[in-house]
C-alpha cells in the first residue's frame, strides 16, 4: 500500500521572536493522499504559509510527527532534506524567486543540473515550451514581466516531474487574468504528472479548485472539507 504524500500527527512550530516564543503550529494531525489536490486556507498570520514550509523540510516542527512519502523528516538533516525535495518536491512561491543572472532557460534548469541529469537543458527547454515561454528562454528575469516570471517558477518546479507540488499563493502578485492562467497552468502539470497540489491561497474560488479545503486559524485547523466533484 503506497505511502500517503503526507502524514502529520500532533505538529507543532514554536519559533523565536523579540517577545519571546510564538506558537505558529499547534498540534496539528493531517493525512493527505498521494495524487489529491489540497486547498490551504485562513486569514493572514493563521500559519498556513508555516505549514506549507513545514510541509516541505524548509521549517523543522518543533513537536510531532512529521512523514513525507513515509520519509521521518524529524529524523532527516538538512542535507538530507535538500536532496528529499530536489528529488521529490516541486515548490512555487508568491515572490518567483528565480535566480536574477540566470536566464529563464538556466533557471528551470537548475534543479536537474545540481542534481546531475545529463539532459537538463533539452529538458528545461520542453518544460519552458510547455508554460508558453520557449521564446523567453534567454531571457533574464528583470526583462520578463511578473506572470512570465511565475511562469518560469512553475516550470522550474515541475521539471523534476516532483511527486508532490507545493504553492504559497502562487498568484498573490499577479494581476486577476494573468493570475487565472498561472492557475490553469498549475493544475495542468498536476494532472499531467500526477502529483499531489497543496496550494496556500486566500482566494476561495481557487481552493474550490481542490479535492479537499483546509482551514486554519490561529495555527490549528479549524476544518477539513471536500471533496469538490
Known amino acids: 500500500m503506497a505511502h500517503p504524500a503526507v502524514q502529520m500527527t500532533d505538529v507543532s512550530l514554536i519559533l523565536q521572536s523579540n517577545a519571546g516564543s510564538v506558537n505558529i503550529l499547534k498540534n496539528i494531525s493531517l493525512k493527505i493522499e498521494q495524487g489529491e489536490s489540497i486547498g490551504l486556507v485562513g486569514p493572514s498570520g493563521s500559519g498556513k504559509s508555516?505549514?506549507?514550509?513545514?510541509?516541505?523540510?524548509?521549517?523543522?516542527?518543533?513537536?510531532?510527527?512529521?512523514q513525507v512519502l513515509g520519509n521521518d523528516f524529524g529524523r532527516m538533516g538538512e542535507d538530507d532534506l535538500a536532496r528529499f525535495r530536489r528529488a521529490h518536491m516541486g515548490i512555487v512561491f508568491q515572490s518567483f524567486h528565480l535566480i536574477p543572472t540566470m536566464t529563464a532557460?538556466?533557471?528551470?534548469?537548475?534543479?536537474?543540473?545540481?542534481?546531475?541529469?545529463?539532459?537538463?537543458?533539452?529538458?528545461a527547454e520542453?518544460?519552458?515550451e510547455a508554460v508558453g515561454l520557449a521564446h523567453r528562454a534567454e531571457h533574464y528575469p528583470a526583462q520578463m514581466s511578473g506572470g512570465e516570471q511565475q511562469r518560469t517558477a512553475l516550470a522550474r518546479a515541475a521539471v523534476t516531474r516532483p511527486d508532490i507540488l507545493l504553492a504559497d499563493e502562487p498568484t498573490g502578485n499577479l494581476d486577476v487574468q494573468t493570475g487565472d492562467a498561472i492557475v490553469d497552468l498549475l493544475f495542468g502539470l498536476r494532472v499531467k504528472y500526477g502529483s499531489t497540489l497543496i496550494l496556500v491561497t486566500h482566494a476561495l474560488d481557487l481552493a474550490a479548485r481542490c479535492d479537499r479545503i483546509v482551514q486554519l486559524r490561529d495555527g490549528e485547523v479549524m476544518t477539513a472539507h471536500g471533496a469538490v466533484t
Open 50 to 66: 508555516s505549514l506549507l514550509m513545514v510541509m516541505g523540510g524548509l521549517e523543522k516542527a518543533s513537536a510531532g510527527k512529521l
Open 105 to 123: 532557460l538556466e533557471n528551470v534548469a537548475a534543479p536537474l543540473e545540481l542534481a546531475g541529469v545529463s539532459d537538463a537543458m533539452q529538458r
Open 126 to 128: 520542453r518544460e519552458l
